[in-house]
T-cell receptor, first 112, second 113 residues
C-alpha cells in the first residue's frame, strides 16, 4: 500500500503567480488534512476535507488560499498570487477515520 | 483552546545515553496524544500514540511515552540513544471525537558520538 503522495516535492514561484500543490491520500483513506510548516516551527492546521466536502477550513487564510478534494483525483491546495510569506513546507495527511494521520513527504514552496 | 508545549527546542545527548523529550498539553479532558518524528526534508512519521488505554505506550525504534494525567504530560523516552535517532520530534494532541490535531513546536534531537 503506497503511502501519501505529494507533488511536486519542490516548487518555485515568483511573486504573483499561482501555486498548486497536490496530495494523493493512501488507498481507502477518505479524510485529508493540509498543514503548513514554517522554519523552526511546528505544523499549523489549515484545512480538513472529506471527499467533495470541506469540513473545516478555520486554519486557512481568508484570501488567496483554497482547497478541494474531488470525487476523483488528488486533493489540491491552491495559492493564488503568492507572496514571499507563503514560502513554507506544506504537508498533507490522510486518515481512514478521525484517528491517526499519515503524512506525505511535503511540498516545499519557495516564492522569489 | 487546546495547546501543546514542548520544553526545549534543542536537546543534545551522547550516543548510548537516555533520551527524554518533554511534552505537556492543556486540556480539561485528556486528549489523544501522539509523538511524530521528522527526518530532514521528509514528512512526519508516527512513533506512538495514546488513546486512553494503557498509560505507558511503546512505539517504534525503542521509544516509549508515559501519559500522566496529574501532570498533563506525555514525555517521550528511549533508554539508549543511537546516531540514527537524530531528528526533529513533534508532540501532538487531538480531542477525542474531534479531528483537529494540534502540534507542539518541535524538539530537535542531536546525538553526539
Amino acid at each position: 500500500n503506497a503511502g501519501v503522495m505529494q507533488n511536486p516535492r519542490h516548487l518555485v514561484r515568483r511573486r504573483g503567480q499561482e501555486a498548486r500543490l497536490r496530495c494523493s491520500p493512501m488507498k481507502g483513506h477518505s479524510h485529508v488534512y493540509w498543514y503548513r510548516q514554517l522554519p523552526e516551527e511546528g505544523l499549523k492546521f489549515m484545512v480538513y476535507l472529506q471527499k467533495e466536502n470541506i469540513i473545516d477550513e478555520s486554519g486557512m487564510p481568508k484570501e488567496r488560499f483554497s482547497a478541494e478534494f474531488p470525487k476523483e483525483g488528488p486533493s489540491i491546495l491552491r495559492i493564488q498570487q503568492v507572496v514571499r510569506g507563503d514560502s513554507a513546507a506544506y504537508f498533507c495527511a490522510s486518515s481512514p477515520s478521525r484517528d491517526e494521520q499519515y503524512f506525505g513527504p511535503g511540498t516545499r514552496l519557495t516564492v522569489t | 483552546a487546546q495547546s501543546v508545549t514542548q520544553l526545549g527546542s534543542h536537546v543534545s545527548v551522547s550516543e548510548g545515553a537516555l533520551v527524554l523529550l518533554r511534552c505537556n498539553y492543556s486540556s480539561s479532558v485528556p486528549p489523544y496524544l501522539f509523538w511524530y518524528v521528522q527526518y530532514p526534508n521528509q514528512g512526519l512519521q508516527l512513533l506512538l500514540k495514546y488513546t486512553s488505554a494503557a498509560t505507558l505506550v511503546k512505539g517504534i525504534n525503542g521509544f516509549e511515552a508515559e501519559f500522566k494525567k496529574s501532570e498533563t504530560s506525555f514525555h517521550l523516552t528511549k533508554p539508549s540513544a543511537h546516531m540514527s535517532d537524530a531528528a526533529e520530534y513533534f508532540c501532538a494532541a487531538k480531542n477525542t471525537g474531534g479531528f483537529k490535531t494540534i502540534f507542539g513546536a518541535g524538539t530537535r534531537l542531536f546525538v553526539k558520538a
